[in-house]
């Protein structure tokens, strides 16, 4: 079964041996780190982080999580550094509040939200999402946010709407300056993508606020794309007509597509996109159409040639 029925249990009900398995391990991790009275395992920042109740969603895989340790600290946040280790070594110095996130563009009501008007916008979900980063190695994680859709219908996109566009956080002085992409990180998707109630806005992972290095305070968590096209750190979103450009197809248009839909039959032009690697596992497992999701969303590229729009 790939998704949960519809139900309103809270998370802390839910009996999976994994759920279960991966919570304990996160209190035994938060209690540790509050006793040696510094830094976690995992290079977050000194205290307590602050936690974030969230009911789960029926929109949830019920797969067994990743280890929030591999979560935290196998990362790509190239804006604090190319290698998996790095955001969570360098990530920790950038301030998350306050924060301000403009949503701007067709709308009839642009509006600048802050970090804690986002918090209380619409009720937090826990999303658990299969994570397939264009790298062909996979996560699943325990996301907490809500719909990007409750966002965009406050700012009420105009007819003439047909994309939106999200520019990442970029401060110079504590982030990378060497032109590995063109900063600010930027991504993009149709309006319907945006509005699709998978696409999540993103506020918390493992039951806290987001880490830094997953992209604090608010990223955007679109899981049958790739990975890449999750902006983390967002601070500006803009609805618009014409298709946005985005870091990475800038970056190289032949290797990376303004769609990126995984799609285990478009190969990247190095590598094989049709097995991935869990984190945590040694044998590699077949990719999946739209990372499993194509039920809910194959239906938004009918008669599109996903081959041409990869
Ligand atoms: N601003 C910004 N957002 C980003 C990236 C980045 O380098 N900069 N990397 C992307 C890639 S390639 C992936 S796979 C995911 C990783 O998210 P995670 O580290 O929280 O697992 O973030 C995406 N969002
Ligand atoms: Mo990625």
Not at 30 to 59: C, F, H, K, W
Not at 94 to 119: D, H, N, Q, S, Y
Request: with cysteine.
């Amino acid at each position: 079964m790939l998704i949960r029925q519809p139900t309103d249990i809270v998370p802390s009900e839910i009996t999976s041996p994994e759920l279960f398995r991966a919570r304990r391990q996160f209190l035994r991790l938060g209690a540790g780190a509050a006793l040696a009275g510094g830094a976690g395992l995992v290079g977050l920042p000194a205290g307590a982080a602050e936690s974030l109740p969230a009911r789960l969603s029926p929109l949830s895989t019920d797969e067994p999580l990743t280890g929030r340790k591999d979560v935290l600290s196998y990362n790509n946040y190239y804006e604090f550094g190319t290698d998996k280790s790095d955001p969570a070594a360098n990530a920790g110095v950038m301030k998350t509040r306050p924060w301000e996130v403009r949503v701007e563009g067709l709308v009839a009501k642009p509006r600048t939200f802050g970090i804690e008007e986002l918090l209380k916008l619409a009720p937090l979900e826990e999303r658990i999402y299969r994570l397939r980063c264009v790298e062909a190695w996979s996560m699943v994680v325990p996301w907490i946010g809500y719909s990007l859709s409750a966002l965009l219908q406050q700012v009420e996109p105009l007819g003439s709407a047909r994309y939106v566009a999200f520019d990442s956080h970029y401060d110079p002085a504590i982030m990378l300056r060497r032109p590995v992409l063109d900063w600010p990180y930027k991504e993009g998707l149709r309006l319907d993508e945006a509005m699709h109630p998978l696409t999540l806005l993103t506020l918390g992972v493992y039951g806290e606020v987001l880490p830094n290095q997953n992209g604090a305070p608010v990223r955007i968590v679109v899981p049958w794309k790739y990975g890449y096209k999750s902006a983390k750190s967002i601070v500006r979103i803009r609805v618009t007509d014409t298709q946005p450009a985005t870091a990475w197809n800038t970056a190289a248009p032949e290797e990376y597509g303004f769609y990126s839909n995984v799609n285990p039959e478009v190969d990247h032009p190095r590598w094989s996109q049709a097995r991935e690697r869990r984190i945590g596992d040694f044998r590699k497992r077949p990719t999946l159409p739209f990372n499993g999701y194509a039920e809910q969303v194959a239906g938004l590229y009918q008669g599109m040639d996903l081959k041409r729009f990869y």
